[in-house]
Each structure stands twice: as structure tokens, then as C-alpha cells.
């Protein structure tokens, strides 16, 4: 219909620009929202670098190897036709990046340099020092500046989604969006909406995730009648630096480059790490998994942690840590490779990793689970797109390291055009009757929390949402806790509904905005802790002492939640998988697969 | 008595309101940064003599540095929140919101103005398209060192709050604008917009305002060889003038 249609993107990490280019470049207008300037999102945080099987180090590495490493890391649980689309696309997404002016690591030749990274043998990742992230999107956010000065993007930053407009026929017409200045509620019609919202850490209360990273617009479009895929699916990286406010990620870019993961033979040993003798180091990953030692994939490191700490009781000092180990490596190879991350440790908890081993600890990363969408990158909500980490694709059970830069920018290259394609095709909305009652809710919404004069604190709710999150959702899994868990969660919600706003003023309420996205926080996790309680089998990330093996059988299946308002609680249907390309078999790391 | 962390912060309650100081005590934590201070406050914000008060607005994001959002000034100085370790800081602590661009509320500014000005210089590398066009240039991996550390720049105006240089009457865009023309000036395919870059840092409020105080170097939260950027850029203006001389 729309010959040059406007779509719109929420969202300016990796996975909302690379869609913007792709719109731009097609001739339909974009208008960008961000809660923050484009060039502060999530993405900066991603270290390591981003996986293409480019093959440059003479290893025989191929796309279909890439391809079938994110499968079985991923425990066979994603959908294998876009896994194995990505993989094909991402050396050209490479060599793009490498066009807009990434300043990759390069070869004594000239050429982009590659290191390993957890859960392959080859050395598939291309990286800008330890902040290939924040490279990445800046790169894009040059090229959408470079748009927005040709008039072909207007962002809206500052602003935050709050919910899709929907009209009677269950087509997606727009958003509803909140100035975070003003406080000004506003529609916004479009002939299509891509959501790129990215992670949902804060539900976890702290984690490696940045601090817009709520879930919250995910959740509201999930209470709106969006499906939500593989929630359970959450991963735990395994090492990060315990922080008061945030857990600040060790990238595995460090053991890529030859970090050691150890803890002394003897529990409580109180010595000077540096003085501990080879011969009385327990480098546990090296000996439980001779193949692939320090780099098998996150979940697995997560448990072997988790397995020294809790039942070996040999975390340092008995706490809860565990030493990654640089120092073996000359400082000059450290600075070229990894100074960002060392910068991070450095400033932050004051020790020079160059000198001393690291004391790190498993944090919650990143969820595998989001939106559902099928293979074009579309909810069930006809016109709503979503790409990058807030989709459920690519990852299945666990995500592989520098797998999730590549999934982004899949997401968004794929999401963009397929949007302008529907749009082009889409028939026009009747009347605006559904903005005006989108917005009049959401008005209301807000005026009922700011004339709310209960006596519950949104902080404090928000820290007990996060502890028990955090201990009974992430690396071991019993079905008594997380019905235990749900029932917190219950107990959240009616708090919620006595919740008392110190601040109740209309300008850059910022406790405001957040104890809106609390709400949203809440109802998600029930959706991720209800999945984690169904799901008896033990899959990639997911893992029930009770349930030890992994059950085909019965589980080789997406999980899709949604929302049952009558009930105000979730409700779950199953898919089966597309195991067209690789049949499953047994996930093991001890060995060569 | 346990140990406390005292804290002083100006508050504004919007770009209109009078600035007002309030003091908060805190309990003492091992660890403790001026962020997870003010989430503290947020927490149960009261103030020292028993005021009930509002939780602080400021911008925050990543948290470790690298998002360029939580910059403010801490005991007058221009650095990021996140990384301001409280056992570091002298006491009270002072917390004010960069004085040199609007005060949206609290400790939370507008710096729309760096990426306006990034606008301005073409700060990007003028590629084809997105279609499959093979590999980019080759770099040496010696260049590839010398650009990375400028491509770092997290956009947080530390060196232009610092600068004494960058205010309302001269205009200057700043030290973070001509270190990023310098990026792309070196860049293989970002060389075809040189010229214009160059142009936009000539006349009022460009290069030539820059008074070498080096404040900027001193307070980059990354050690950005800023003041390097800006003669090397200063350079190629110069270069450009001539040029133009014998060419328009």
C-alpha cells in the first residue's frame, strides 16, 4: 500500500540501527526511539568480539561449522533454518563492519585478526581490542547520523515505549511512547514496528546488563498478546566481577587469549595467589574438559563454578570466587588485545590483572529466550517485528560467545526489509479509533501510580524481586523454589498495588518511569520462572538436578508463554523444533565432537 | 559508629527551578561507587536532618564505563559516577550537574550538542551501501593502533566541560568533535569527506578557539590523546587554508 512506507524502531543497540540502515537504504522513513542517545545502548558493554567463519587463520573453518556449533551449543533447542542463515551471512556482515571503519584487530599483514572463543575449536571471532561492542555500534550510529542528516531517520531519544497500538483486527499500528523529560504521553501511528529492546537483566535485580535493560517493553507487548519464547532460557555468565550496583562482565575474550580459570587444591587456603605453587592450583575446566579446557561454552564453565564454590567448597577465601588467571601472558600482548577489560578491573576493584590473578564469580548475561517471532522476524501481532536479544531465535539453550554481536545485526538486516515489505503490501488502518484509547489507558495507568499513596517502596521491591530471582532462577533449578519463587512474585504484585512514590512530580521522573517498568519486570518474571518449572529435562542453560539428562522426548520444543488477562498470569503452548539440517545428538565437551 | 559516607548534591528540579544543595549520610559498603550511592538514596531517600526527600535524577547506563551517560562533576571534578570509587573521594562529596550545558533535572544535562556537532563534521565513513561489496581496505595493524584508542571515545563531554575554551561566546565545538575528525580523516574511505571536515572546524567557534589549556587530556576518562588530535587536526586546517587559497 504504502509505497514509501514509515516503520518504526524501538530501540538503537546493534539490532535497532542495523534495521534502521537497512529501512533507510530502501527509501522508508524511520522514526528511532531510545530511552537513551543511540550511542549509549547495551551494545557498548559486549567485549569479545563477533563470530564470522571467515577462515583466515588456514583452519578449514566454514560457515556450516560455525552453523553447527551454535546448534549444539545451544543444546539443540533453536529453530535451525535462521541459525544457519545467520552463519552464512556473517562473513559479509563482517566485511561490511570492516567497510563502515571498525578498528578490528589486524594481522602484521593488513588483514582482520581472529581469536577463539568458548565452545568451537577455531578461531572465529573478529575483535576491536576488548570493546568490539561499543565499536560495532558506533559504527552503525555513524551511519544512521549520517541518514538523519539526510532526513531519512528522526530519532526520538529520551522517549520510552510503553505499548503497541493495536486495532480490532489485531494489526499493529504504532506505538504509545512516554518523553521521559516532559512526561508527555504520545501515539505515534506506522505502517510497521520493529522492536530491538534488547535484554532483561534488571528482573535479576543485578547482572551485567546496563541499567535500561528491564525487559520492561517485551513484557508489555506481552500483555498485550505477544507470545514469549524460551523465557527459562537465561544465561549465567561465567565470570564477572560482584559489584554493589551492577555485576561488571570478565569477557571471554580473556580466556580466548590464554586465560586460566583455578582455585587453590586446598579448601580455605589463605596464601597469596601469585605464591600458590603450580602443583597446588586446581584448574578444574583444564582437567574436567581436556578438549576444549577454559573455552567450553558459558553454561557449562557456569556449572563447573558452581559445582567447586557450592559442593567442593573451594571458592577463595571460602567465598563464593574463583581465580581467572593472565598473568602467565606478556603485558604487551595483554594492552593490544584485552586493555579494555583490564581497564574495567583495574578501575574498579583496584588490582592490575597483569600482575594479579582476577577474582571473578558467574553473573547473570543475557536471556536466549524473548519475543517470539517466526522466520521473518514477526510476532504473532500482525505488523510487530522484533530482532536482536529480544527475539528468541539463534540461540536456543545457551548462547555461544561473540554469537550474540553477529545475531543482532542478523536480526535487524533481516527484520528491516521484511518490515518495509509488509508495509508495501499492508492495507490501511480504520480511523485512529485505537490511539486515542491506546493512550487514554495509558494516561490512566499513569495517573493511577502517581496518586497512589501506599506504603511500598518500588526500590525495595525491585531488590527482592532481584535476590530471589538470582537464587532460585539462574544456574540450578528446583521445582520446589521456583513454585516457591512464583508465589514471591504474586506477593510482589499486590505490593505493587500499594506503592507509594516519593517523587510524584511531572519532570524527568525518573522513580516514576522506573516503578512503571517494575510492573512489567514482574509479571515477565513469572513467565521465565513458570517456564523453568515446566521444563523437567536439564538443556544448555536450564539445569534441574532432579531432571539431569536432556529428554528429546518430551522437551525438544519451544516454550511460548502468553498472557492470560482474565487469570493475570501466564499461560504456555509448545512447537515443536525445525531439526531439518542437523539431527541432535548427545552434548558433550570433554572431547572433540 | 559504623562508618558513613556523606554526600552534598545540587539539586534542580527542572532547567527553570533554583539550584538547591541537599546532604545525604549513607551507611559505608566495601565497594561502594557514587552510582550505587545514589541508588542507595533511592532506596529510602532522606535526607541528613531527617527531610524526607525525592530519589536524585541522573543518567546512568552501562555502569562500567564505556556508555559516556553518568558524567557529572564529583568534588568539582568532570569524570564518570560509575567509576568514582567512594573510598577515593575526599568527604563530603560533592555531586553538581556539569555546569556548562542545561540542567535538565538534578544532576541530568542535555548534551545533545556533541552529536549535533558530530553531525556537523560528517563524523562517518561514506560507505556504498550495505550490500556485499567484499572486504574493507587493508590497515596496518600500526594504524589500526593509532585509530583505535580515538574510536574509544565514550561521548561523555568531560573535555568539554573542562575546557576553558568551550562556552557560549566562542562557540568551540570541543575536543571530542576534532579528535573524531581526526579518526576519520585517517580512515581509507572516510579520507573522501576530508575537505568538509575540515571546512566545518575553520571560522568562529572551530579549531582556532582552542587555547591549549589541556584540561581536555587531563580529565578524558579514557586517555584520549586529545591535545595530539588537535594539533594534528589544527594541521591539516592549516594545510586546507592554504589550499583553498590557491583553489576557490
Redesign the interface.
Known amino acids: 500500500m504504502a509505497a514509501n512506507p514509515k516503520i518504526i524502531v524501538v530501540g538503537g543497540g546493534l539490532a535497532g540501527l542495523s534495521a534502521t ?2 529501512i533507510a ?1 530502501m527509501s522508508a522513513h524511520v522514526d528511532l526511539f531510545s530511552i ?2 543511540v ?4 551494545s ?2 559486549a567485549q569479545g568480539g563477533i563470530n564470522a567463519a571467515k577462515n583466515l587463520k588456514g583452519e578449514g573453518d566454514t560457515t556450516w561449522k560455525h552453523f553447527d556449533d551454535t546448534i549444539y551449543g545451544g543444546d539443540f533447542l533453536a529453530n535451525q533454518s535462521p541459525v544457519k542463515d545467520m552463519c552464512d551471512q556473517a562473513p ?1 556482515i563482517i ?2 563492519l ?4 571498525v ?10 585478526d581472529f581469536r577463539r572463543f568458548g565452545g568451537t575449536l577455531y578461531n572465529r571471532t573478529a575483535f ?2 576488548a ?1 568490539t561492542g ?2 560495532l555500534l ?2 552503525l550510529d ?2 544512521v ?2 541518514f ?2 539526510d532526513k531519512k531517520v528522526t530519532k526520538y ?1 529520551g522517549w520510552e515505549f510503553l505499548s503497541a497500538v493495536i486495532d480490532s483486527k489485531k494489526i499493529c499500528r504504532g506505538i504509545c511512547a512516554i518523553d521521559l ?1 516532559t512526561m508527555e504521553v504520545r501515539t505515534f501511528p506506522a505502517d510497521a514496528v520493529i522492536m530491538a529492546t534488547g535484554g532483561i537483566g534488571a528482573i535479576f535485580g543485578k547482572s551485567t546488563n ?3 535493560c528491564t525487559g520492561s517493553s517485551q513484557s508489555a507487548l506481552y500483555q498485550q498478546g505477544a507470545y514469549y519464547a524460551n523465557g527459562e532460557m537465561i544465561q549465567v555468565h561465567p565470570t564477572s566481577i560482584p ?4 555485576l ?2 570478565m569477557s571471554e575474550s580473556a580466556r580466548g587469549e590464554g586465560g586460566r580459570v583455578w582455585v587453590p587444591r586446598t579448601p580455605g587456603d589463605k596464601r597469596e595467589a601469585r605464591s600458590i605453587p603450580e602443583s597446588e592450583r586446581y584448574y578444574f575446566l583444564e582437567e574436567w574438559y581436556p578438549k576444549y579446557g577454559n573455552l567450553v561454552p558459558r553454561d557449562v564453565a557456569t556449572r563447573a563454578i558452581h559445582k567447586i564454590v557450592h559442593e567442593e567448597h573451594l571458592g577463595i577465601d571460602g567465598q563464593a570466587m574463583v581465580y581467572l588467571d593472565l598473568t602467565h601472558i606478556d603485558r604487551e600482548t595483554l594492552n ?1 588485545k584485552l586493555e ?1 577489560i583490564l581497564e ?1 578491573y583495574e ?2 576493584v ?1 588490582d592490575d590483572p597483569r600482575d594479579v590473578p582476577m577474582k571473578i564469580f558467574p553473573g547473570m548475561h543475557y536471556t536466549m529466550g524473548g519475543l517470539w517471532v517466526d522466520f521473518n522476524q514477526q510476532t504473532n501481532i500482525t505488523g510487530l517485528f522484533a530482532c536482536g536479544e529480544c527475539d528468541y531465535t539463534i540461540h536456543g539453550a545457551n548462547r555461544l560467545g561473540a554469537n550474540s554481536l553477529m545475531s543482532c545485526i542478523f536480526g535487524g ?1 533481516r527484520a528491516g526489509p521484511n518490515a518495509v515489505q509488509y508495509a508495501r503490501s499492508s492495507s490501511a488502518a480504520d480511523g485512529n479509533g485505537s490511539f486515542d484509547a491506546e493512550r487514554k489507558r495509558q494516561e490512566d495507568l499513569n495517573q493511577r501510580l502517581i496518586s497512589s499513596d501506599g506504603t511500598e ?1 518500588p ?2 521491591i525491585w ?1 527482592e524481586l532481584g535476590e530471589v530471582m538470582s537464587k532460585n532462577v539462574t544456574v540450578v533449578r528446583y521445582n520446589k523454589s521456583l513454585k516457591e519463587t512464583d508465589a514471591k512474585l504474586v506477593e510482589l504484585l499486590e505490593r505493587y498495588q500499594k506503592v507509594n512514590l ?2 510524584k ?1 511531572k ?5 516514576f518511569v522506573f516503578t512503571r517498568q517494575l510492573f512489567n519486570m514482574l509479571q515477565l518474571a513469572r513467565v521465565i520462572t513458570q517456564g523453568a518449572a515446566m521444563r523437567d529435562e536439564s538443556r544448555g542453560s536450564h539445569y534441574k538436578p532432579d531432571f539431569p539428562e536432556r529428554d528429546d522426548q518430551n522437551w525438544m520444543k519451544t516454550t511460548k508463554a502468553y498472557f492470560a488477562p482474565d487469570a493475570d498470569e501466564p499461560r504456555f503452548d509448545f512447537e515443536p523444533i525445525d531439526i531439518s539440517l542437523i539431527p541432535p545428538r548427545p552434548r558433550r565437551y570433554d572431547v572433540a565432537k | 559508629m559504623a562508618k558513613t559516607v556523606i554526600f552534598k548534591i545540587k539539586r534542580q528540579a527542572n532547567p527553570d527551578a533554583k539550584p538547591v544543595w541537599e546532604e545525604f549520610e549513607l551507611p559505608w559498603k566495601p565497594g561502594m561507587n557514587v552510582i550505587s550511592s545514589l541508588m542507595d538514596i533511592a532506596l529510602n531517600p532522606v535526607t541528613r536532618d531527617g527531610k524526607k526527600s525525592t530519589p536524585i535524577t541522573y543518567d546512568s547506563n552501562c555502569l562500567e564505563e564505556v556508555c559516556g551517560s553518568c558524567a557529572m562533576l564529583i568534588n568539582g571534578k568532570a569524570r564518570m559516577a560509575c567509576s568514582a570509587l567512594v573510598d577515593k573521594l575526599e568527604q563530603p562529596i560533592r555531586l553538581e550537574p556539569f555546569s556548562k550545558f542545561p540542567v535538565v533535572r538534578d544532576l541530568a544535562v542535555d548534551r545533545s550538542v556533541l552529536f549535533e556537532n558530530l553531525k556537523a563534521v560528517k563524523a562517518w565513513v561514506p560507505v556504498d551501501g550495505t550490500y556485499d561489496l567484499g572486504s574493507g581496505p587493508r590497515m596496518a595493524p600500526e594504524l589500526q593502533e593509532e585509530m583505535y584508542p580515538l574510536s574509544r571515545c565514550i561521548s561523555c563531554c568531560c573535555c568539554m566541560e573542562a575546557c576553558p575554551q568551550f562556552n557560549d561566546s566562542t562557540g568551540f565545538v570541543g575536543a571530542a568533535t576534532i579528535s573524531q575528525v581526526r579518526l576519520f580523516n585517517e580512515h581509507e574511505t572516510g579520507k573522501a569527506l576530508k575537505s568538509e571536515r575540515l571546512h566545518a572546524l575553520m571560522g568562529d567557534g572551530g579549531i582556532q578557539e582552542c587555547g591549549y589549556a589541556q584540561n581536555c587530556v587531563e580529565v578524558c576518562p579514557k586517555d584520549i590523546p586529545l591535545t595530539k588530535s588537535i594539533s594534528n587536526v589544527a594541521g591539516q586546517v592549516m594545510k586546507q587554508a592554504v589550499k583553498d587559497i590557491f583553489t576557490r
Open positions: 540502515i537497512k537504504e537513551v542517545p550511542k549509549r545502548s547495551h557498548v558493554c559479509g566485511d561490511l570492516d567497510r563502515m571503519g578498528p578490528f584487530n589486524r594481522t602484521p599483514e593488513g588483514i582482520l576491536a581490542g570493546t561499543q565499536q558506533y559504527a555513524e551511519q547520523r549520517r538523519e542528516s531519544e523529560r546496563s541499567v535500561v559489584g554493589e550496583d551492577k561488571r562482565l593490544r579494555g574495567i578501575k574498579f583496584g538486516f517502596n526500590f525495595q531488590r516519593s517523587d512530580s519532570w524527568a521522573n525518573t522513580s
